[in-house]
């Protein structure tokens, strides 16, 4: 992928974890931090019972990060599909004789297009993941 299409897409996907942290998960490891301590409070507990009341306290946060991952590995396989397309196209173009110069446009147009599709999936993709995560710290 283009430099500066790559530039682009990685500068809105920052912006879009950055939003998920702050707004989402910073909370969840609050809570989990919190409920953690309460169970190293509880004196009469044994080793045992603390340890799964620990595990309990992470587990949302576990799920909300694992959403979160899922969801950008969907996102960067089908914007690598769409990459990985372009490439094909221009492969074939090559093969078929066209100039170089015309083909290394083709393939940054189609790039281009890539990047600006994506990019508006991303949106979407922010409002489903704060859904599943605002589920999930309930």
Do not use: W, Y
Not at 24 to 35: D, E
Not at 109 to 124: E, G, N, Q, Y
């Amino acid at each position: 992928m283009a430099e500066a299409q790559q530039s682009r897409m990685q500068e809105a996907i920052d912006s879009m974890v950055q939003g998920l942290e702050r707004e989402n998960i910073r909370k969840m490891q609050g809570n989990m931090f919190r409920c953690s301590a309460d169970c190293c409070e509880n004196d009469m507990a044994s080793m045992q019972q603390v340890h799964h009341c620990i595990e309990r306290c992470h587990a949302p946060l576990a799920q909300a990060q694992a959403v979160v991952t899922k969801e950008l590995e969907r996102f960067q396989d089908r914007l690598a599909r769409c990459t990985m397309h372009c490439n094909d196209k221009a492969k074939d173009s090559l093969d078929s004789g066209s100039k170089e110069q015309q083909v290394k446009q083709q393939l940054e147009s189609c790039v281009t297009k890539c990047v600006d599709d994506h990019v508006h999936l991303i949106p979407s993709m922010t409002k489903k993941m704060k859904e599943t995560l605002a589920a999930i710290a309930q």
